[in-house]
């Protein structure tokens, strides 16, 4: 019960301070699930690969994926209590929004033209973008370098081609991510 209730409390929190989406929330996200020791670098990297190729929003198939990986871990023969604690991660990463779109909605309706609201959104912009430019590179060094330190050793060559050739697609081509990420899964089952 008492790491459901954490559980909860972390995606709370996590729910609540995300600002600018979903790929905004992955520094605070890796970094609450790494120090709890609830999952290492690779293990989140992994777990927000499925994330990301599974459809809804990444914060919350983060969260629901996290809530029953952490539980399943701590309850191996209990599949039911791990499917609780994928409700709790689901259900504490999307209260913060429901009340703040519920309670605020309105407010910043009749009021979105005021200086003071301008001048916040202003200041919010580059801090969303250097929150996800962050969660871009921690991205890249976990997939390219593991837990080595990116400057003392080459990355891995196969995973670096991968990445580049998905970058490259999908920046500067009309094919579809979708394709992009079929294509990179088939790449590296063959190669990886």
């Known amino acids: 019960m008492t790491l459901l209730l954490r559980i909860a409390g972390v995606f709370i929190k996590v729910g609540l301070l995300t600002i600018g989406g979903g790929l905004a929330m992955i520094p605070l996200l890796q970094s609450e699930m790494v120090s709890r020791g609830w999952l290492t670098n690779q293990g989140f990297l992994d777990i927000l690969g499925i994330a990301q190729i599974t459809p809804g929003p990444i914060t919350i198939n983060t969260a629901t ?86 400057l003392t050793q080459t990355p891995e060559l196969k995973a670096a081609l991968i990445a580049l050739t998905a970058f490259l697609l999908t920046a500067f081509t009309k094919f579809s991510p979708f394709y992009v990420l079929g294509l990179g899964m088939v790449i590296g089952i063959l190669l990886l």
Request: glycine share 6%; net charge positive; proline share 6%.
């Open 65 to 150: 994926f996290v809530g029953f990986t952490i539980i399943r871990a701590a309850h191996p023969t209990n599949l039911w209590i791990a499917c609780v604690g994928a409700l709790v991660g689901t259900l504490a990463v999307c209260v913060p929004s429901i009340i703040c779109i519920n309670t605020l909605g309105r407010f910043w309706q009749n009021h979105r033209e005021h200086p003071c609201m301008i001048k916040t959104f202003s200041i919010l912009r580059p801090v969303v973008t250097g929150l996800v430019t962050v969660a871009a590179l921690l991205l890249v060094r976990e997939a390219l370098w593991g837990e080595a330190a990116p």
